[in-house]
């Protein structure tokens, strides 16, 4: 029905254009100023909606937000990063581990490897939190070394290994086949070569992706809500919640909310630059 | 126990060296020496095994049948130490395969230090001598990305110079050159000769193998088909197949019939 019907008869000079009704550029402008008119619409209707005051007084209660402080920070974002960077940490190790596996001329390990990573890139993240919580009732005796700190790192170990493994994997893939054969012919072993030249590569690879990972790891700590941790093991949104409960009021959560901002929005500017720096070099 | 073979006259021995790619046959059947001091040229046409020839010469591919002896040991052996064997043999690549993540100097330090344990004065020293040799001294501390491709494929020889290897091999070192680049690589190669390096070169540089060889091998569908000295092989080829190479090689926009 856009379609523009052809003129009748051909431009005795063919340099008219073929066109009839309105012009691409006339249909534009018209769209463009329908869009703008459903926008004002919306806010309109919004503002006049909306209890501001209302909103205001139970998301942005300036008495409220000043009793989180100085937990907020001393407390509840030092525990986030704990448990994040924790994680972190050793899903980088085991990623590592399990990434290398995957590629092993060993059969077995490399099954292992597999059901490993398809069982936990397959589970809600909430419900190993949950597994770990019942540990002690399936292992008596057993505890997590490193109490409750220990219990947050190795839920997010667990699910960040899996996601790790699978990036790594990349990166060791793309590294080129040329480099693991110009080491061997130096007379590296294979494994000085994996460990002097691959890897090192392959981690180069998957700085952007990784620093991606991070940030997930960052808002999954926030399922260590799950653990029943309390006091100075609260990390942000626990924290919120319960400063929330006690003052009958939201603005902690929103607090929270502008904190883990504050940490997730830079990192993920300086993911997408260290994205766009690699595309540049090599 | 490092198996020694018989015949260490030769800076590597081939007997009845066969290799396939599951059904697809690439060497049927080599049988060929160069002894120490020689410089080798191996031509044919793409898909012919001279590039497969040559990576079985340090094992980077498994013969599937076969012997290869190099500087006295052989590496078919099942008990060879594969590693121990290869740091007598300096191999250089088409894609030059410089490490990335280090600078010139590094590239040619990192199998030194990892591999011989030579201490970090003396295989930067090595390094250096070997950079300098190649003529890129003053590149030392540029990354690979930095350099151009000539540049990059002379470090890859002063990397592998470094080794002090007994043998150098060289697939293809200039197809991925820029055509005003290709003489720079190709003196480094001349002056390595001239030294009394033993090589073994697959190349589609005819001068090259001309002016240079002491025998010149023509390869064609996984068999060596023609095997003297470049004035047999590429002044006076006496074989069909090594006739029409040549002619296409040296005339390309000759055609036949």
Known sequence: MTDQPKTAGPAPDGVTPLRSGLSPRKRQQISRAVQYVVLAAVVVFLALTIEWGKLGENFTKGEVAAETLPALFTIALKNTIIYSVGGFVFAFLFGLLFALMRMSSVRPYRWIAVTYIEIFRGLPAVLIFLFILFLPLALPGFEVPGGTYGQGILGLAVVGSAYMAETLRAGLQAVPKGQMEAARSLGMSHTRSMVSIVIPQAIRIVIPPTTNQFVALLKDSSLVLFLGVSGEYVELTKFGNDMASTFANATPILVVGVTYLLVTIPLGYLASRLEKRQARGR | ?257
Not at chain 2, 226 to 244: F, K, L, S, Y
Request: charged fraction near 25%; charge should be negative; include cysteine.
């Open chain 2, 1 to 257: 126990m490092t198996p020694v073979s018989q015949a260490v006259n030769h800076a590597v021995e081939i007997r009845d060296l066969h290799k396939s790619f599951g059904k697809l046959q690439v060497l049927k059947g080599i049988d060929f020496a160069v002894d120490p001091g020689q410089v080798v040229c191996v031509i044919g046409p793409s898909g012919s095994g001279k590039s497969t020839l040559l990576r079985c010469v340090n094992l980077l591919e498994e013969p599937t049948s076969g012997r290869v002896v190099v500087n006295g040991v052989e590496l078919t052996h099942r008990d060879v130490d594969i590693d121990a064997a290869r740091r007598g043999v300096g191999m250089v690549f088409q894609q030059f395969n410089l490490f990335p993540h280090m600078t010139a100097l590094q590239n040619v330090m990192i199998a030194q230090r990892r591999v011989l344990k030579r201490d970090k004065a003396e295989a930067e020293r090595i390094a250096r001598e070997n950079l300098e040799k190649v003529g890129i001294a003053e590149k030392c501390d540029s990354y690979p990305a930095q350099l151009s491709g000539g540049q990059q494929q002379r470090v890859a020889i002063a990397r592998a110079l470094a080794m002090s290897p007994a043998l150098m091999l060289f697939d293809e070192p200039t197809s991925a050159l820029d055509p005003e680049l290709v003489g720079d690589v190709l003196t480094v190669m001349r002056k390595l000769a001239e030294e009394g390096m033993t090589m073994l070169v697959v190349t589609h540089e005819m001068a090259f193998a001309r002016d240079v060889a002491d025998r010149v091998v023509f390869m064609d569908g996984g068999v060596i088909v023609e095997d003297g000295t470049p004035e047999q092989v590429i002044g006076a080829p006496r074989n069909e197949r090594t006739q029409t190479f040549l002619r296409r090689v040296l005339d390309p926009t000759h055609t036949d019939v």
